[in-house]
């Protein structure tokens, strides 16, 4: 039989390339489509982090309420909130710190005209979340820290016009809600002091 022509060296040499350069082209498209593939998860991933961190810090559940009146007295005032979020108060403030008993409600709603936030916990709060109240707490002006009987939840914040109770000292709120509410847009007397009032928080 006669032999089949098998093409010049020249020929082959060009088929070779041409299927070299068809590889190289597919390996081409399979990275980019995995690069793009990668990207889209990583942005995919990245999305629902802030997602979910957005809603962990998210103050949604902030209670907002009317106070229609803010006037000195010296009796005790009823208060619709336990703790109060506003009203009638002493004509002195609690000075703003750490305080290992509880406070008057009337002096600390006097603190909370100034701009403070008062975090109220339950007595027998376990250690290791009162000690995230504390870090809070310490050295940070406009903070009221004590205990307090009776609340609805194991933490609650509350600031002029606003309250917001955690189950959890641990729960990201709460830092968030301290920035959003410290000398915050209810504060009815910004620029007041939270010191020279009465009070000897230990910290």
């Known amino acids: 039989m006669d032999e089949q022509p098998r093409g010049t ?13 068809r590889a190289e082209s597919r390996r081409r498209l399979l990275v980019i489509g995995l690069s793009l593939l990668t990207g889209a998860g990583l942005i995919a991933a990245a999305t629902v ?43 002195e ?30 007595p027998g ?8 109240l504390l870090d809070q707490a310490r050295g940070r002006d406009f903070v009221l820290l004590s205990p ?21 000292a641990d729960d990201p709120r ?3 809600y301290l920035r959003a509410n410290i000398n915050g847009p209810e504060t009815p007397e910004p620029g007041a002091i939270c010191t020279g009032g009465i009070g000897e928080p230990s910290a």
Request: proline fraction near 8%; aromatic fraction near 6%.
């Open 9 to 21: 060296v020249q020929e082959r040499l060009s088929a070779l390339r041409e299927r070299q350069r």
């Open 49 to 91: 982090l802030v997602l979910q961190d957005r809603a962990r810090t998210s103050l949604d559940a902030v209670q907002r309420i009317d106070v229609p009146r803010r006037n000195h007295t010296t009796s005790p005032v009823s208060y619709p909130q336990s703790p109060p979020v506003g009203g009638d108060h002493a004509p």
């Open 93 to 122: 403030w609690q000075n703003c710190g750490v305080y290992a008993e509880p406070v008057r409600n009337e002096n600390a709603v006097h603190s909370q005209e100034h701009g403070a936030v008062w975090i109220a916990y339950r």
């Open 125 to 132: 709060l376990p250690k290791e979340h009162l000690d995230v």
């Open 148 to 168: 307090y009987e009776g609340l609805a939840a194991p933490v609650v914040l509350s600031s002029w016009g606003r309250q917001l109770r955690l189950d959890s």
């Open 174 to 176: 709460l830092v968030a």
